[in-house]
């Protein structure tokens, strides 16, 4: 069936860095953009960055500009997640998931299909 | 950017009915908002969309008719009739909000449903 699977996440000092990782199956993943959305323990959900279909714009939650990269490779219908200068914060269960948006990450329709999560956990 | 406010917790009596809110911050009423609900360990499922003139295309995969949405003003509203045990979940509510060449995706707090 249509899924994502993320994958990278573990236990990572303050300061280190740590790339996630989102394999997509049984979709033309060069089809849609893909977004990055954590939960930290107990709270609620939070927009990480988004990237289009072709890769051409990426956009970040402010948390995490400067540190964070987004990416993708659509011949191996792969998102990916670069992490940089990690903290204590930026502990949370990272989701991948998938909009069709008729204009690059603008007139999207819902976040219909979501990964299982990988948990980043930051300490020292 | 827009702030999207839902009160941390709601309770609701099995075969109830219990509305959920989500209100926007002042200046964004036209503003379309999307439903998610989170079952416990589970990822986010799509529920709806719903703007002020109610709900925007379809339903998510399996969502039950006893679901239903309504949007006015700043409001954005969640609705289950009979409320079943598999109801009690988090729900979500969010929107896209572009500005010249940013963009960004904002969450609400969540609301904890649950089911007495």
């Known amino acids: 069936q249509v899924q994502l699977v993320e994958s990278g996440g573990g236990v990572v000092q303050p300061g280190r860095s740590l790339r996630l990782s989102c394999a997509a199956s049984?979709?033309?993943?060069?089809?849609?953009?893909m977004y990055w959305v954590r939960q930290a323990p107990g709270k609620g959900l939070e927009w990480v960055a988004v990237i289009s279909y072709d890769g051409t714009n990426k956009y970040y939650a402010d948390s995490v500009k400067g540190r964070f990269t987004i990416s993708r490779d659509n011949s191996k219908s792969t998102l990916y997640l670069q992490m940089n200068s990690l903290r204590a914060e930026d502990t949370a269960l990272y989701y991948c998931?998938?909009?069709?948006?008729?204009?690059?990450?603008?007139?999207?329709?819902?976040?219909?299909?979501w990964g299982q999560g990988t948990r980043v956990t930051v300490s020292s | 950017q827009p702030v999207l406010t839902q009160p941390p917790s709601v309770s609701a009596s099995l075969g109830a009915s219990v509305t959920l809110t989500c209100t926007l911050s002042?200046?964004?009423?036209?503003?379309?908002v999307d439903w998610y609900q989170q079952r416990p360990g589970k990822g986010p499922r799509f529920v709806m969309r719903?703007?002020?003139?109610?709900?925007?295309?379809s339903k998510g995969d399996g969502i039950p008719d006893r679901f239903s949405v309504l949007g006015s003003g700043l409001n954005r509203y969640l609705t289950i009739k009979n409320i079943q045990e598999e109801d009690e979940s988090d729900y979500h509510c969010g929107a896209d909000h572009g500005s010249g060449s940013n963009f960004v995706w904002v969450f609400g707090g969540g609301t904890k449903l649950t089911v007495l």
């Open positions: 002042s200046g964004y009423s036209n503003y379309k």
């Open positions: 998931a998938r909009r069709y948006c008729r204009d690059l990450v603008t007139a999207c329709d819902a976040f219909d299909i």
């Open positions: 049984r979709f033309t993943f060069s089809s849609y953009a």
């Open positions: 719903v703007g002020t003139g109610g709900i925007v295309g």
